[in-house]
Protein backbone atom coordinates (compact mmCIF):
# COMPACT_ATOMS: atom_id res chain seq x y z
CA UNK A 1 0.00 0.00 0.00
CA UNK A 2 1.60 3.37 -1.00
CA UNK A 3 1.88 6.19 1.32
CA UNK A 4 0.51 9.83 -0.53
CA UNK A 5 2.66 12.56 0.24
CA UNK A 6 0.08 15.92 0.62
CA UNK A 7 1.21 17.77 3.51
CA UNK A 8 4.04 20.02 4.65
CA UNK A 9 5.02 17.70 7.53
CA UNK A 10 4.33 14.67 5.34
CA UNK A 11 7.25 16.05 3.09
CA UNK A 12 9.44 16.59 5.62
CA UNK A 13 8.87 13.53 7.67
CA UNK A 14 10.09 12.20 4.24
CA UNK A 15 12.90 14.22 3.41
CA UNK A 16 14.18 13.37 7.17
CA UNK A 17 14.45 9.59 6.35
CA UNK A 18 16.53 9.65 3.57
CA UNK A 19 20.29 10.51 2.99
CA UNK A 20 20.32 9.79 -0.63
CA UNK A 21 17.73 10.71 -3.33
CA UNK A 22 18.10 9.72 -7.00
CA UNK A 23 16.05 11.47 -9.21
CA UNK A 24 15.13 10.35 -12.46
CA UNK A 25 14.36 12.99 -15.00
CA UNK A 26 12.26 13.32 -17.85
CA UNK A 27 8.64 13.45 -16.27
CA UNK A 28 9.40 14.11 -13.23
CA UNK A 29 11.93 17.63 -13.44
CA UNK A 30 10.93 18.38 -16.56
CA UNK A 31 8.96 17.51 -19.50
CA UNK A 32 10.51 18.02 -22.58
CA UNK A 33 12.20 21.76 -22.65
CA UNK A 34 9.61 22.73 -19.36
CA UNK A 35 11.10 22.59 -16.21
CA UNK A 36 8.14 21.60 -13.30
CA UNK A 37 7.04 24.17 -11.27
CA UNK A 38 9.27 24.49 -7.82
CA UNK A 39 11.62 21.70 -8.75
CA UNK A 40 15.09 24.45 -8.47
CA UNK A 41 13.47 25.29 -5.02
CA UNK A 42 13.18 21.83 -3.66
CA UNK A 43 16.66 20.26 -5.75
CA UNK A 44 18.35 23.59 -3.88
CA UNK A 45 16.56 22.74 -0.93
CA UNK A 46 18.10 19.00 -0.28
CA UNK A 47 20.72 20.62 -1.21
CA UNK A 48 21.50 23.33 1.62
CA UNK A 49 20.11 20.21 4.20
CA UNK A 50 23.38 17.84 2.86
CA UNK A 51 21.43 15.71 1.38
CA UNK A 52 23.17 13.41 -1.69
CA UNK A 53 21.91 14.07 -4.92
CA UNK A 54 21.95 11.80 -8.16
CA UNK A 55 20.34 11.74 -11.59
CA UNK A 56 18.97 8.72 -12.79
CA UNK A 57 17.79 8.62 -17.12
CA UNK A 58 16.87 6.29 -19.39
CA UNK A 59 17.25 9.21 -21.59
CA UNK A 60 20.13 8.17 -24.22
CA UNK A 61 19.77 11.01 -26.54
CA UNK A 62 22.32 13.35 -24.15
CA UNK A 63 25.26 13.00 -22.74
CA UNK A 64 26.16 13.18 -18.78
CA UNK A 65 27.80 16.43 -19.83
CA UNK A 66 24.61 17.83 -22.05
CA UNK A 67 22.64 17.07 -18.84
CA UNK A 68 25.51 19.12 -16.79
CA UNK A 69 25.06 22.09 -18.96
CA UNK A 70 21.43 22.18 -18.57
CA UNK A 71 21.04 22.07 -14.95
CA UNK A 72 23.80 24.55 -15.28
CA UNK A 73 21.41 27.22 -17.54
CA UNK A 74 18.38 26.31 -14.78
CA UNK A 75 20.45 27.10 -11.74
CA UNK A 76 20.58 23.34 -10.41
CA UNK A 77 23.66 22.55 -8.92
CA UNK A 78 25.08 19.25 -10.36
CA UNK A 79 28.05 17.54 -10.75
CA UNK A 80 28.88 15.14 -14.10
CA UNK A 81 29.20 12.17 -11.42
CA UNK A 82 26.32 13.19 -10.16
CA UNK A 83 24.39 12.38 -12.99
CA UNK A 84 23.50 9.01 -14.82
CA UNK A 85 22.34 8.22 -17.93
CA UNK A 86 21.91 5.03 -20.10
CA UNK A 87 23.71 6.51 -22.66
CA UNK A 88 26.74 5.99 -20.10
CA UNK A 89 26.13 2.76 -18.78
CA UNK A 90 25.65 1.42 -21.96
CA UNK A 91 28.98 2.55 -22.96
CA UNK A 92 30.55 1.30 -19.34
CA UNK A 93 28.53 -2.25 -20.18
CA UNK A 94 30.33 -2.59 -23.57
CA UNK A 95 33.60 -1.72 -22.58
CA UNK A 96 33.44 -3.14 -18.96
CA UNK A 97 30.88 -6.31 -19.10
CA UNK A 98 30.98 -7.19 -22.90
CA UNK A 99 34.75 -6.09 -23.35
CA UNK A 100 33.89 -5.74 -27.12
CA UNK A 101 37.68 -5.72 -28.77
CA UNK A 102 38.52 -2.00 -29.47
CA UNK A 103 38.63 -2.95 -33.16
CA UNK A 104 35.60 -3.86 -33.60
CA UNK A 105 32.43 -1.15 -34.02
CA UNK A 106 29.49 -1.15 -32.41
CA UNK A 107 26.39 -0.01 -34.93
CA UNK A 108 24.72 2.87 -33.45
CA UNK A 109 20.39 3.58 -33.54
CA UNK A 110 20.85 7.00 -31.67
CA UNK A 111 21.23 10.64 -30.96
CA UNK A 112 24.21 12.42 -30.42
CA UNK A 113 24.27 11.85 -26.53
CA UNK A 114 24.61 8.19 -26.85
CA UNK A 115 27.44 8.44 -29.60
CA UNK A 116 29.33 10.98 -27.28
CA UNK A 117 29.44 8.49 -24.22
CA UNK A 118 30.64 5.72 -27.03
CA UNK A 119 33.87 7.71 -27.61
CA UNK A 120 34.31 8.31 -23.82
CA UNK A 121 34.63 4.93 -23.41
CA UNK A 122 36.81 4.34 -26.24
CA UNK A 123 33.91 2.24 -28.35
CA UNK A 124 34.51 3.45 -32.14
CA UNK A 125 30.97 2.77 -34.01
CA UNK A 126 29.20 3.30 -37.16
CA UNK A 127 25.22 4.80 -37.65
CA UNK A 128 23.71 7.28 -35.47
CA UNK A 129 24.10 10.38 -36.54
CA UNK A 130 25.99 9.74 -39.14
CA UNK A 131 24.23 11.62 -42.57
CA UNK A 132 24.38 8.36 -44.44
CA UNK A 133 22.64 6.77 -42.33
CA UNK A 134 20.31 9.36 -41.98
CA UNK A 135 18.29 9.44 -44.87
CA UNK A 136 14.72 8.48 -46.40
CA UNK A 137 16.41 7.10 -49.62
CA UNK A 138 15.11 3.53 -50.06
CA UNK A 139 17.47 1.15 -48.25
CA UNK A 140 19.45 -1.31 -51.09
CA UNK A 141 21.15 -4.22 -50.21
CA UNK A 142 23.02 -4.16 -53.82
CA UNK A 143 25.00 -1.61 -51.99
CA UNK A 144 25.38 -3.18 -48.37
CA UNK A 145 28.35 -4.27 -47.65
CA UNK A 146 29.29 -5.87 -44.05
CA UNK A 147 32.48 -4.63 -42.29
CA UNK A 148 36.07 -6.71 -41.38
CA UNK A 149 35.85 -7.35 -38.88
CA UNK A 150 32.12 -7.90 -38.04
CA UNK A 151 29.52 -5.40 -36.08
CA UNK A 152 29.59 -6.67 -32.57
CA UNK A 153 27.19 -4.97 -31.26
CA UNK A 154 23.75 -2.93 -32.51
CA UNK A 155 22.59 -0.37 -29.53
CA UNK A 156 19.11 0.79 -30.06
CA UNK A 157 18.22 3.68 -27.73
CA UNK A 158 15.89 6.54 -28.27
CA UNK A 159 16.23 7.89 -31.70
CA UNK A 160 14.01 10.80 -33.34
CA UNK A 161 15.47 10.69 -36.54
CA UNK A 162 14.36 6.59 -36.92
CA UNK A 163 14.49 5.42 -40.76
CA UNK A 164 14.48 2.46 -42.26
CA UNK A 165 17.83 2.25 -43.77
CA UNK A 166 19.17 2.19 -39.83
CA UNK A 167 16.67 -0.36 -38.91
CA UNK A 168 17.51 -2.22 -42.04
CA UNK A 169 21.66 -2.19 -41.36
CA UNK A 170 21.06 -3.17 -38.18
CA UNK A 171 19.21 -6.14 -39.25
CA UNK A 172 21.38 -7.03 -41.78
CA UNK A 173 24.20 -7.14 -38.49
CA UNK A 174 22.43 -9.04 -36.04
CA UNK A 175 21.23 -11.91 -39.15
CA UNK A 176 24.89 -12.32 -40.49
CA UNK A 177 26.82 -12.44 -37.27
CA UNK A 178 24.93 -15.04 -34.63
CA UNK A 179 27.77 -13.18 -32.24
CA UNK A 180 26.49 -9.51 -32.62
CA UNK A 181 24.64 -8.42 -29.31
CA UNK A 182 21.27 -6.75 -29.71
CA UNK A 183 21.95 -4.20 -27.16
CA UNK A 184 19.28 -1.37 -25.84
CA UNK A 185 20.02 1.51 -23.94
CA UNK A 186 16.34 1.20 -22.73
CA UNK A 187 12.87 0.31 -23.33
CA UNK A 188 10.51 2.71 -21.97
CA UNK A 189 7.27 2.37 -23.98
CA UNK A 190 6.81 6.05 -23.81
CA UNK A 191 8.35 9.47 -23.65
CA UNK A 192 6.51 12.36 -21.43
CA UNK A 193 7.20 15.66 -23.95
CA UNK A 194 6.37 18.96 -23.31
CA UNK A 195 2.26 18.96 -24.01
CA UNK A 196 2.42 15.35 -24.08
CA UNK A 197 3.28 11.58 -25.11
CA UNK A 198 5.95 10.67 -27.62
CA UNK A 199 7.34 7.17 -28.87
CA UNK A 200 9.94 6.15 -26.32
CA UNK A 201 13.02 4.34 -26.99
CA UNK A 202 10.97 0.79 -26.70
CA UNK A 203 8.75 1.70 -29.19
CA UNK A 204 12.07 2.34 -31.94
CA UNK A 205 13.75 -0.96 -30.59
CA UNK A 206 10.40 -2.62 -30.84
CA UNK A 207 10.80 -3.04 -34.86
CA UNK A 208 13.99 -5.06 -34.76
CA UNK A 209 12.23 -6.93 -31.55
CA UNK A 210 9.47 -8.12 -34.19
CA UNK A 211 11.74 -8.49 -37.37
CA UNK A 212 14.51 -10.59 -35.24
CA UNK A 213 11.72 -12.86 -33.32
CA UNK A 214 14.47 -11.92 -30.21
CA UNK A 215 14.85 -9.74 -27.08
CA UNK A 216 17.63 -7.20 -26.38
CA UNK A 217 19.66 -6.81 -23.32
CA UNK A 218 18.28 -3.78 -21.74
CA UNK A 219 20.30 -2.06 -19.80
CA UNK A 220 18.23 1.18 -18.13
CA UNK A 221 16.14 1.22 -15.48
CA UNK A 222 14.55 -0.99 -14.17
CA UNK A 223 17.93 -3.36 -14.94
CA UNK A 224 20.65 -3.64 -12.48
CA UNK A 225 23.15 -2.69 -14.36
CA UNK A 226 22.48 1.15 -13.83
CA UNK A 227 22.81 0.97 -10.15
CA UNK A 228 26.07 -0.82 -10.70
CA UNK A 229 27.02 2.09 -12.63
CA UNK A 230 26.07 4.18 -9.20
CA UNK A 231 27.77 1.79 -6.95
CA UNK A 232 31.05 2.13 -8.79
CA UNK A 233 31.21 5.82 -7.85
CA UNK A 234 29.34 6.81 -4.79
CA UNK A 235 28.73 4.93 -2.07
CA UNK A 236 25.20 5.09 -0.15
CA UNK A 237 23.27 3.08 1.96
CA UNK A 238 20.16 1.61 0.74
CA UNK A 239 18.09 1.81 3.51
CA UNK A 240 18.65 5.70 3.51
CA UNK A 241 18.04 5.88 0.14
CA UNK A 242 15.33 6.73 -2.31
CA UNK A 243 14.24 6.70 -5.99
CA UNK A 244 12.10 9.53 -7.11
CA UNK A 245 10.35 8.39 -10.68
CA UNK A 246 7.21 8.94 -12.71
CA UNK A 247 7.39 5.74 -14.39
CA UNK A 248 6.50 2.04 -12.42
CA UNK A 249 7.93 -0.27 -14.71
CA UNK A 250 11.48 1.47 -15.19
CA UNK A 251 11.60 3.85 -12.08
CA UNK A 252 9.79 2.32 -9.28
CA UNK A 253 10.54 -1.31 -10.20
CA UNK A 254 14.48 -0.30 -10.65
CA UNK A 255 14.20 1.10 -7.30
CA UNK A 256 12.40 -1.57 -5.51
CA UNK A 257 14.75 -4.27 -7.25
CA UNK A 258 17.73 -2.01 -6.52
CA UNK A 259 16.67 -1.83 -2.33
CA UNK A 260 15.90 1.27 -2.05
CA UNK A 261 12.58 3.29 -1.39
CA UNK A 262 10.69 4.72 -4.00
CA UNK A 263 8.14 7.88 -5.21
CA UNK A 264 6.08 8.22 -7.57
CA UNK A 265 5.29 11.74 -9.14
CA UNK A 266 1.87 11.93 -10.89
CA UNK A 267 3.60 14.45 -13.17
CA UNK A 268 5.13 11.87 -15.89
CA UNK A 269 3.52 9.25 -17.88
CA UNK A 270 1.50 7.15 -14.98
CA UNK A 271 -1.89 7.89 -14.57
CA UNK A 272 -3.85 7.48 -11.79
CA UNK A 273 -5.91 4.50 -13.48
CA UNK A 274 -2.55 2.78 -13.18
CA UNK A 275 -2.44 2.94 -9.86
CA UNK A 276 -5.85 2.92 -8.17
CA UNK A 277 -8.70 0.12 -9.66
CA UNK A 278 -9.29 -2.82 -11.52
CA UNK A 279 -6.19 -1.68 -13.96
CA UNK A 280 -3.62 -1.15 -11.04
CA UNK A 281 0.00 -2.19 -11.41
CA UNK A 282 1.28 -4.91 -9.52
CA UNK A 283 4.55 -2.42 -9.10
CA UNK A 284 3.74 -0.67 -5.95
CA UNK A 285 5.22 3.03 -4.93
CA UNK A 286 6.50 3.45 -1.25
CA UNK A 287 4.86 7.06 -1.71
CA UNK A 288 2.81 9.14 -3.98
CA UNK A 289 3.20 12.60 -4.51
CA UNK A 290 1.47 14.85 -6.94
CA UNK A 291 4.52 16.78 -8.16
CA UNK A 292 7.99 16.73 -6.55
CA UNK A 293 7.35 20.93 -7.11
CA UNK A 294 4.80 20.18 -4.44
CA UNK A 295 8.11 19.98 -1.68
CA UNK A 296 8.87 23.54 -2.17
CA UNK A 297 7.04 24.58 0.24
CA UNK A 298 9.30 23.36 2.82
CA UNK A 299 11.68 25.68 1.12
CA UNK A 300 9.09 28.79 1.20
CA UNK A 301 7.01 27.66 4.23
CA UNK A 302 3.88 30.63 4.51
O1 LIG B 1 11.99 6.83 -24.36
C1 LIG B 1 12.86 7.11 -23.55
O2 LIG B 1 14.07 6.99 -23.78
C2 LIG B 1 12.38 7.53 -22.20
O3 LIG B 1 11.00 7.76 -22.22
C3 LIG B 1 12.90 8.77 -21.64
O4 LIG B 1 14.07 9.12 -22.13
C4 LIG B 1 12.82 8.59 -20.14
O5 LIG B 1 13.79 9.30 -19.49
P1 LIG B 1 13.72 9.32 -17.87
O6 LIG B 1 12.26 9.48 -17.51
O7 LIG B 1 14.28 8.01 -17.40
O8 LIG B 1 14.54 10.53 -17.49
MG1 LIG C 1 10.76 9.63 -16.36
Known sequence: MSTRLTTSEGYAELIAKYDTFMFDCDGVLWRGTDV??????V???????NKSILFV?????????????KFDKLGIQASVDEIFGSAYASAVYISSVLKIPKDQKVYVIGMEGLEQELAEEGIQYEGGTDPADNTLAPFSLTTFTHPTPPIAAVLCG???AINY???SKALQYLLHN????????NEDSTYPASGGILPGAGAISATLRYALKRDPVSIGKPNSTMLDCIRAKHDFDPARTIMIGDRLDTDILFGKSGGVSTLLVMTGVTKESDITGPNASPVVPGYIVQSLGDLAVLANPA
Open 178 to 185: PDCHFLAT
Open 165 to 167: TKI
Open 57 to 69: TNNASSSRRYYKS
Open 36 to 41: IDGIID
Open 158 to 160: LDV
Open 43 to 49: LNYLRSH
